[in-house]
T-cell receptor, first 115, second 118 residues
Framework: NAGVTQTPKFRVLKTGQSMTLLCAQD?????MYWYRQDPGMGLRLIHY???????AKGEVPDGYNVSRLKKQNFLLGLESAAPSQTSVYFC??????????????FGPGTRLTVT | AQKVTQAQTEISVVEKEDVTLDCVYE???????LFWYKQPPSGELVFLIR??????QNEISGRYSWNFQKSTSSFNFTITASQVVDSAVYFC???????????????FGKGTTLSVSS
């Protein structure tokens, strides 16, 4: 099992450019999440999905869009990148566990710099 | 509102010392889950423990132990006989059972950076 993988690992964008981050999991998890990690801020939830075809906003959704067309993939899009979106992005997945929430498994992260 | 506070930003210890990382949480949910994650210098997030709000038993796993006290809303993490490989950022996190209604998932604290020197 590869677990949770993220593509790309690093990326530098210019202000206004767009890009898509890809997250893939091979654990058949229902739930998937996108977080961003900024220095001194911990991780903050951007968007999440509780199943194929469903997405919802998290704590800091502005400037991002997501799609979950396949159960194993969760895409995070930046339509017009801004320097404030310079961050490390983590994808995670989890499964329902006895009707509740299981632990989240995280990908290795994507380091994005917007100049 | 849900909140996790890790008041210790950085801790430095010498190898073999015991160290406790503090975590205080706030939630109105009666059922919730608490987690600890480790982020070593390589950057990945490693799951350490998951605890639900109905289970207040302390847990020990090798050199790691966790003390959950609902009365003080704390879920502290102790490393016994610390080692250099324990150097990392440690995050405490909270999740309410109804996260998909509240629009949030894991609420993370800001992390505690632990440095263990030899």
């Amino acid at each position: 099992n590869a677990g949770v993988t993220q593509t790309p690992k690093f990326r530098v964008l210019k202000t206004g450019q767009s890009m898509t981050l890809l997250c893939a999991q091979d654990m058949n998890h229902e739930y998937m999440y996108w977080y961003r990690q900024d220095p001194g801020m911990g991780l903050r939830l951007i968007h999440y999905s509780v199943g194929e075809g469903t997405t919802a906003k998290g704590e800091v959704p502005d400037g991002y869009n997501v799609s979950r067309l396949k159960k194993q993939n969760f895409l995070l899009g930046l339509e017009s990148a801004a320097p404030s979106q310079t961050s490390v992005y983590f994808c995670a997945s989890s499964y329902p566990r006895r009707g509740a929430i299981g632990e989240q498994y995280f990908g290795p992260g994507t380091r994005l710099t917007v100049t | 509102a849900q909140k996790v506070t890790q008041a210790q930003t950085e801790i430095s210890v010498v190898e073999k010392e015991d160290v406790t990382l503090d975590c205080v949480y706030e939630t109105r949910d009666t059922t919730y889950y608490l987690f600890w994650y480790k982020q070593p210098p390589s950057g990945e997030l490693v799951f350490l423990i998951r605890r639900n709000s109905f289970d207040e038993q302390n847990e020990i796993s090798g050199r790691y132990s966790w003390n959950f006290q609902k009365s003080t809303s704390s879920f502290n993490f102790t490393i016994t006989a610390s080692q250099v490989v324990d150097s990392a950022v440690y995050f405490c996190a909270l999740m309410g059972v109804y996260f998909n209604q509240a629009g949030t998932a894991l609420i993370f604290g800001k992390g505690t950076t632990l440095s263990v020197s030899s």
